[in-house]
């Protein structure tokens, strides 16, 4: 039987972990960066240190050589700094493969990038996906298929937070001093708060719409910039959004990049449900879920953690798509940019220091009073 043949545009922390996942499943795989020092640090550094030793079945290539390489991967997976994504999402449909995944965030906060994406995407025939793995975790896949059941006109609420110092991402990449060495010290860049852990807005609108869609709604949002300041200047450390749609549902949103240890938490509250999850504590994953019409269909669940699971988690859900198996909670690539058009208008909502009302099938806002 044919391998799968995946190529691997970047060649970061990222771009390891994805290489080790697909190796897990035996794929041929090929890496490719524009920085020589990047791919030699691949090969000598952090391969080896997190996974033992290099794997020589994996090529490691100059992005220049990209274009060789039309129609020869089955999956085309992008984890470069995000206002890189656009013109590298363009590069990839152009190889034609049968699967494209860009990693998160999708792009950044410009709502001129959003709409060409939006439009790229529309016109391509290739799925896209997005990188949000933490929707694919067990304790998420056991967590939203309970609440699946709720009927699509059920009041909800959610309550998220994302807190999480950048220890963490800094400890994963040790060639960089601190987050001013990259995209993530510059929320015009896709860092910060609010786009880098966007996991935290992904989940609560992903929880939010389960059975159900929502055209508009309203939002306001307190960003707070390192260093006193403001937008595009620095980058943003904490996050606090709180989401209005016209059906009635809350969502809340807290993001940060100081906490420490790390807070996340997703809960969700309803006349039929109340429930919590919770990630990374003391690598495990738990679950809470409290049946208020029957006790005995209550929930509690852990579920042990490991970073590279994350990625396992994506490549195998692509695995099954190229199967022909489905999937279920994988980001669209349109879901994770209605993610980053929301979160651009949280920046725009803490600007102005206005109401915003938002629409998600136009990306459209405007100032309320």
């Not at 085309?76 to 700094?81: D, E, H, K, N, V």
């Not at 995000?82 to 990839?92: C, M, Q």
């Not at 990630?279 to 579920?303: A, T």
């Not at 970073?307 to 490549?315: A, Q």
Request: one cysteine or more; glycine letters at 6%; aromatic letters at 10%.
């Amino acid at each position: 039987m044919k391998k799968i043949k995946a190529g691997i545009i970047g060649a970061g922390s990222i771009g390891n972990h994805l290489a080790n996942s697909c190796r897990q499943l035996d794929w041929d795989v090929i890496v490719f960066d524009k920085d020589k020092n990047s791919l030699d640090r691949f090969r000598n550094t952090i391969y080896p240190s997190r996974y033992g030793k290099f794997d020589p079945q994996i090529k490691l290539v100059d992005v220049n050589f990209l274009q060789d390489y039309q129609n020869e991967f089955d999956v085309l997976l992008i984890g470069t700094p995000p206002s890189s994504h656009l013109n590298l999402l363009k590069d990839a449909i152009n190889l034609n493969p049968k699967l494209i995944m860009v990693e998160k965030p999708f792009v950044p906060p410009n709502l001129t990038i959003l709409k060409e994406a939006r439009q790229i995407i529309d016109d391509s025939s290739i799925p896209i996906y997005c990188g949000y793995n933490h929707r694919l975790s067990y304790v998420a896949r056991v967590f939203l298929e309970h609440l699946e059941v709720l009927p699509s006109n059920s009041k909800r609420k959610v309550v998220v937070n994302w807190l999480e110092s950048w220890d963490g991402i800094l400890k994963a990449h040790p060639w960089l001093n601190g987050p001013e060495d990259s995209y993530l010290g510059y929320s015009n860049q896709g860092g910060g708060a609010l786009f880098e852990h966007s996991h935290g807005i992904d989940l609560g609108v992903l929880t939010k719409m389960l059975n159900r869609k929502c055209k508009e709604g309203i939002l306001s949002s307190i960003v707070r910039f390192h260093d006193g300041k403001v937008f595009p200047e620095s980058y943003d450390e904490k996050v606090s959004i709180n989401f209005q749609f016209e059906d009635g549902d809350e969502v809340n949103v807290t993001q940060d990049v100081v906490t420490l240890p790390a807070v996340k938490t997703v809960n969700f509250y309803n006349e039929k449900f109340d429930a919590a999850m919770k990630f990374g504590i003391e690598n495990m994953d738990s679950i809470e879920i409290v049946n208020k019409e029957n006790s005995n269909r209550s929930l509690s669940l852990k579920f042990n953690k490991y970073r590279p699971s994350d990625f396992d988690l994506e490549i195998r859900e692509i695995n099954r798509i190229l199967k022909g198996e489905g999937q279920k909670f994988f980001a669209t690539a349109r879901e994770a940019l209605l993610i980053s058009f929301l979160s651009y208008v949280a920046f725009m909502s803490s600007v102005a220091k206005k109401k915003m009302k938002f629409n998600c099938e136009n990306l459209t806002y405007e100032e309320i009073s």
